[in-house]
């Protein structure tokens, strides 16, 4: 069983930053897809980010391209999504996800149901 838990949400103002954290554990989260996705009030989870097992491959939403970045630690089995330049149609909660097998990644990233893990999420408010 993998737990994992976010950190790093808050109220930012419009064009600020965040750097949201999910902590994991279990000794095999080196071998894990990862992702980030997001819950705005009244729409469905959408995809915002993800990163293969080892960390040398990233996706992002096109909403988020070139604004987030997404990353991981392995020897602290942490991964982290970095928020720049937040607009308020970026608030919602995010919740970290996590696959054991290192195959999601290539094929199932986008899809919430494709993870086998999740984390209680972390709410994030953007200001205008």
């Known amino acids: 069983q993998v737990q994992l838990v976010e950190s790093g949400g808050g109220l930012v103002q419009a064009g600020g930053s965040l750097r949201l954290s999910c902590a994991a554990s279990?000794?095999?989260?080196?071998?894990?897809?990862m992702g980030w996705f997001r819950q705005a009030p009244g729409k469905e989870r959408a995809f915002v980010a993800a990163?293969?097992?080892?960390?040398?491959?990233?996706d992002y939403a096109d909403s988020v391209k070139g604004r987030f970045t997404i990353s991981r630690d392995n020897a602290k089995n942490t991964v982290y999504l970095q928020m720049n330049s937040l607009k308020p149609e970026d608030t919602a909660v995010y919740y970290c996800?996590?696959?054991?097998?290192?195959?999601?990644?290539?094929?199932?990233?986008?899809?919430?149901?494709?993870?086998?893990?999740w984390g209680q999420g972390t709410q994030v408010t953007v200001s205008s």
């Open positions: 279990g000794r095999t989260f080196r071998s894990y897809a």
């Open positions: 990163i293969s097992w080892s960390g040398g491959s990233t």
């Open positions: 996800a996590a696959d054991s097998s290192k195959a999601t990644y290539y094929s199932g990233r986008y899809y919430a149901r494709a993870y086998e893990y």
